[in-house]
């Protein structure tokens, strides 16, 4: 059996290079088919559009399973089984505070945290959680 990956991917051996050829093959021997001859400047726009039919043809088959499906398309697929992707939201974060010396310690509601990295991440304190040890 064939996944729509391995489908799509068989699409990519369709180059205009091999339109190119396949159609070149086909023309009698007692024509010149040499680069700048009047058949192959015929053919080769064709064969560059084919090339773009077959790139074309491989996003179709990707975009119509569900499995690899992605952006609108994939809410097309899903909307068919009744489901709806939901709206994106804002990340949440339980987070501890100690000090310098280990010591838990208390934040405000807004303060802001960054991560120490290249690309940071920004943090705001948004609510305050009383943490309770049942003994």
Do not use: C, H, W
């Amino acid at each position: 059996m064939t996944t729509p990956e391995q489908l799509a991917d068989s699409m990519q051996l369709f180059t205009a290079d091999y339109f190119m050829n396949n159609a070149l093959g086909r023309v009698p021997d007692n024509i010149d088919t040499r680069q700048g001859s009047i058949i192959y400047d015929a053919i080769a726009p064709v064969a560059q559009s084919y090339q773009e039919l077959a790139l074309n043809m491989r996003n179709i088959i990707l975009e119509s399973y569900i499995q690899t499906a992605s952006g609108e398309y994939l809410d097309y697929r899903a909307q068919e089984k009744g489901t709806f992707r939901k709206k994106a939201t804002f990340a949440e974060v339980i987070a501890e505070f100690y000090d310098d010396n280990g010591e838990r310690t208390s934040v405000e509601i807004g303060d802001r945290f960054a991560t120490m990295s290249a690309n940071p991440v920004f943090f705001a304190v948004k609510q305050k959680m009383v943490r309770v040890r049942l003994l």
